[in-house]
Structures are given as C-alpha cells and as structure tokens.
C-alpha cells in the first residue's frame, strides 16, 4: 500500500527552512517562498491521500477545488494555518516553529482526505463507488 503522506517532499521543505533560517534574517520574499512551497506541499498531500484511498476503496471521489482549500485553509484554534505562520514570521519565529506547522498541517490534511466518508457526508454527490451506480 503507498503512503499517504507525501514523507519526502515534507522532509525537503523542512531541510530548507532550516537552511533559510540558519542563513539569518529572512527577507519577505523568503517569508511568501516558505508560504508558497507549503500550500504546494498541502495541496500534494491532499492529492496523494485521495488517490491513494480511492485505490484502496474504489471510490471514485474528486473533489473540487473548493473542496480541497475548504480542508486545507480549516480554522484551527481560530487561525488557518497561513495566518499562523505570518504570525511566526512577525513574531521572530522559528523554523522549528514553522516546522511543526508543517507536519501537523500535512498530518491533518492527509487525514482528512484519507477519509472519505468524512468528505462524502459534506458532499455525498461526489462520492460514488468505481464498482457500482450506488452513490456512497
């Protein structure tokens, strides 16, 4: 069975955070490259979760984008995960503060999408069975 978490791109966005940080002070647009390799990494763990469970489970769920951002930009603790990290950066963060971002946000995430019967009451449209005309 493949993974669910996309371990070695994670692995590669946080040996460069620790490498930006480690350079000194980070310029805004190290701070919009950090963001912006997240959301990558997010949307790739969202993918991979769903591919992966609609193998396993021959479901056939596609999500659409709004979908998608509707789990990767959740509230959490009253923040999305961007404005914590924006935070962190005006805060003098750390990596490792922006570090465990990161794996919890994949974690969670991947989670989410690897449960599509969790999706599938939200949007039980989208979710049919490839073995039968059943929805699920």
């Known amino acids: 069975m493949a993974s669910v978490m996309p ?3 994670m692995n590669k966005l946080e040996e460069n955070i620790r490498e ?3 350079s000194g002070k980070l ?3 190290d701070e919009e490259d950090i ?3 997240m959301l990558d990494l997010f949307l790739l763990a969202y993918a991979t979760a ?3 469970t609609n193998e396993n489970l021959s479901f056939n769920y596609e999500p659409t984008l709004s979908n998608v951002m509707e789990v990767v930009d959740e509230r959490v603790a009253g923040e999305t995960w961007r404005e914590r990290v924006e935070r962190y ?3 003098g963060g750390t990596g490792d503060d922006i570090i465990r971002i990161i794996e919890t946000e994949t974690h969670r995430i991947s ?3 690897a449960f599509p019967q969790n ?3 939200k949007h039980i449209s989208r979710c049919v069975n490839k073995n039968s005309t059943k929805k699920q």
């Open 35 to 37: 963001i912006d390799e």
């Open 50 to 52: 769903n591919a992966v």
């Open 111 to 113: 989670n989410t999408a």
């Open 7 to 9: 371990f070695d791109e």
């Open 119 to 121: 999706l599938c009451y």
């Open 20 to 22: 930006r940080f480690a």
């Open 27 to 29: 310029e805004k647009q």
């Open 89 to 91: 950066f005006a805060d």
